[in-house]
């Protein structure tokens, strides 16, 4: 490539040459001649045929748009013709109908206009003349005295405009009426002529004609990009194609031309300009001989020239496009020497730039800390680093294209992998290796060094393989592990000294509460003096409050131990909830605190450890009265849940508890309250240990509470607990 650069220089510097001396040289041309050059030449030839392109394309679409407007304006005009022939014939046959109907009923002279037989006539016709909905037969007292629908209507004819326009000295002919609404039938006409018999005037014969049926016409003879209207005299929208059904009834937006217009003469194409800067419409209208009727087609030109101005749309960027081609065929040899040049020096600094970040990842490789190495498909070492032949203790000659089929040979034969049969060993790795996409493996080195080794197999068929010296990570683990089984073993130390000492002060506890007992309540004599009296309640007290502490520290330490086993039985809510209330009555009396249970009769039997249970209640209800206000109220309520289980509540309207204060209560040793202990005494075990036991009962403890409103401590159990369960168990 260097060599053809060189060439390419020197050819160019000779062409230079070539191109000074043929200046320097007089060859008589002019100089505005001498100035024109090729690229001058091309970018004259270039511009002129773009202009004449262009102004071919422009012509066109010229004569295109006077060729669609041509033909919308004849289309609009043989329309008009046509809608106005056809509403001119519907008319004809509806009025011929009538005028048929007005002579039978003048030659039966016998017969009466709300007769049976009339009405079998007029219900004929109605079947016969499908563009009619009914027919009216109205008396000079304008009531509708016969039909030829089956139904009645409800509204009076008497003022309709159909019957009031043949009273008077002058009747109408025929009358056509204005839309009007027919029930949900939807709108309608009324075409009606004077009924004169021989005795003279006695009403009216009307048509109800749907509106629809002028609209079937317009649809019949409709087009594409054009309206057409069927308007009364005064303007008024009878019917259009397409559809406007809001708009019946009232003014057309094309009706005020129109009927400007409509003085000077009775058929005319008119312009409708607009005010937002659109093609302006056209509207062709044309009046209905004879009847107050106009028919008018309105051509939207935006909508009929919107393929024009696709096609001229197209031609404009038709000319864009030749121009960029003609463009970039004048300057495509300049362009190209340009572009090589930038092309050379593009992958000069790409092939710098490729030195120096393989020189990077290289500088990165080594200093990763890890050992690393990328095989091909064909399992050919492709990259490493220095970690990797230090890390497995390979010789100097591992390098590009080693195999790892030999890497692996030469690990097993010095020992790596155990006593092993070498060549075994090496086709059980290799096909790990080949069905496995993911492995990570720990080996530990001849040195004495634990290896992490993380292979991925990559998706060109090659893997890439990690490997990480593990040691300290893995002798600090099993530091740990060693710290973890050593307290494991200080905590059951800790439980058995708990268990003894535990032993060791009931001993003298249960002597100090039973003589102070027999002390305070005087069993064998009175007691001389009342301070020796007071000082025996406060050592039974004392007695009584320490070896309740005792007992709450034995049994979180069970708890916590794993030891506390349950002896299950069928036990009775109520006779558990009455045998807790027995013993915490006593001290809700010295408070002046009422306790009330509520149990429902739907509540029987529970499977439950009796004295964890009655240890649950008792620990609830205790808490409910040590922090119930004197004179309050404690209520304990028991109730099956939605799911089968037993819901047991205990709720005090005591000093409660904050979201914060119930967290910190649920801990071992936790008070609700910073004072708590001073206030109310306790080791803060008493809602812990209950809430393990609930736990062992697969149950939740749920507690609700704010501060000064009170506290409802829930214990729920699940349905194997309750006694459908054990009965469907049985």
């Not at 949900?184 to 009216?204: I, K």
């Not at 500088?363 to 990797?388: I, P």
Request: net charge neutral; proline share 3%.
């Amino acid at each position: 490539m260097r060599i053809r650069s060189g060439e390419n220089a020197r050819l160019g510097r000779r062409a230079g040459s070539g191109i000074t001396e043929q200046k320097k040289k007089p060859d008589g041309m002019p100089v505005w001649k001498r100035h024109i050059g090729l690229k001058e030449a091309l970018v004259a030839f270039s511009a002129a045929l773009i202009v004449a392109f262009g102004g071919i394309l422009l012509q066109s679409s010229d004569r295109t748009h006077r060729q669609i407007a041509g033909d919308a304006e004849a289309r609009a005009e043989s329309m008009v013709r046509s809608a106005e022939l056809s509403t001119a014939r519907t008319i004809r046959s509806i009025d011929a109908m009538l005028a048929e109907i007005a002579q039978s009923l003048a030659a039966d002279r016998d017969a009466s206009i709300d007769g049976p037989e009339i009405q079998a006539m007029l219900r004929q016709m109605n079947e016969r003349v499908l563009s009619i909905r009914d027919i009216l037969v109205i008396d000079e007292a304008g009531h509708r005295v016969n039909g030829g629908a089956p139904v009645e209507r409800s509204r009076s004819p008497a003022d309709r405009s159909f019957v009031t326009a043949h009273v008077g000295p002058e009747p109408s002919d025929l009358y056509i009426g204005r839309p009007e609404r027919s029930g949900e039938a939807g709108w309608s006409l009324f075409l009606s002529r004077a009924l004169t018999l021989p005795g003279g005037f006695r009403g009216v014969i009307a048509a109800e004609v749907p509106v629809q049926t002028f609209a079937d016409n317009l649809a019949a003879i409709s087009g594409s990009g054009l309206r057409i209207a069927l308007l009364s005299d005064d303007g008024s929208l009878i019917t259009s194609e397409p559809s406007d059904a809001l708009s019946v009834g009232a003014q057309d937006r094309v009706s005020a031309a129109i009927l400007a217009h409509l003085r000077q003469a009775p058929s005319a194409m008119l312009e409708l300009p607009t005010s937002d800067g659109r093609e302006p419409d056209f509207v062709t209208y044309r009046t209905v001989a004879g009847r107050p009727l106009i028919v008018a087609v309105i051509a939207d030109k935006e909508r009929l020239l919107a393929s024009w101005r696709d096609e001229r749309r197209w031609s404009i960027i038709m000319i864009a496009m030749i121009a960029f081609a003609i463009g970039s065929l004048t300057w495509g040899l300049v362009r190209l020497l340009r572009r090589r040049q930038q092309h050379l020096q593009e992958l000069r600094r790409n092939e710098a730039k490729f030195v120096q970040q393989s020189a990077l990842l290289q500088s990165t490789l080594e200093h990763m800390g890890e050992g690393l190495s990328v095989f091909d498909r064909n399992h050919r070492l492709l990259a490493w680093n220095d970690r990797f032949i230090s890390l497995l203790a390979l010789p100097s000659g591992v390098g590009h294209g080693t195999r790892f089929e030999d890497i692996l040979r030469l690990q097993a034969r010095r020992g790596d992998f155990g006593a092993v049969d070498i060549e075994d060993e090496v086709r059980a790795r290799l096909g790990r290796v080949r069905s496995e996409i993911e492995q990570t493996t720990e080996r530990t080195t001849l040195g004495g060094r634990t290896l992490e080794i993380r292979r991925r197999r990559m998706p060109s068929g090659g893997f890439v393989t990690l490997y990480s010296d593990v040691t300290e990570r893995r002798r600090f683990e099993e530091e740990i592990i060693e710290a973890r089984n050593q307290a494991e073993i200080a905590n059951r130390s800790k439980g058995e000294f708990l268990a003894n000492m535990s032993h060791e002060l009931r001993t003298p506890l249960n002597a100090i509460i039973g003589f102070s007992d027999i002390l305070k309540n005087e069993r064998f004599g009175a007691v001389g003096n009342l301070k020796y009296l007071e000082y025996a309640r406060d050592i039974h007290t004392s007695g009584v409050h320490l070896l309740d502490l005792i007992s709450d520290v034995l049994d979180m330490s069970k708890i916590e131990a794993g030891k506390l086993e349950l002896f299950e039985e069928e036990v009775a809510i109520p006779e558990l909830v009455n045998s807790c209330l027995s013993m915490v009555r006593e001290r809700a009396r010295e408070r002046r605190v009422r306790i009330a249970a509520d149990l429902s009769t739907q509540v029987g039997l529970l499977w439950v450890d009796r004295r964890a249970m009655k240890q649950i209640l008792l620990n609830i209800l205790s808490n409910a009265v040590k922090f119930s206000h004197d004179s309050g109220a404690v209520t304990i309520t028991a109730r099956p849940s939605t799911d089968g289980g037993t819901f047991i509540t205990v709720r005090d309207a005591g000093i409660g508890m904050t979201e914060e204060q119930i967290e910190r209560s649920r801990q071992p040793f936790g008070q609700a309250h910073a004072a708590t202990t001073r206030s109310y005494g306790g080791t803060g075990l008493g809602l812990t240990i209950t809430q393990r036991l609930v736990e062992l009962h697969g149950g939740v403890l749920q507690i609700e509470s704010r501060p000064g409103e009170g506290t409802a401590v829930s214990v729920i159990l699940p349905p194997s607990r309750s006694q459908s369960s054990m009965k469907q168990t049985a």
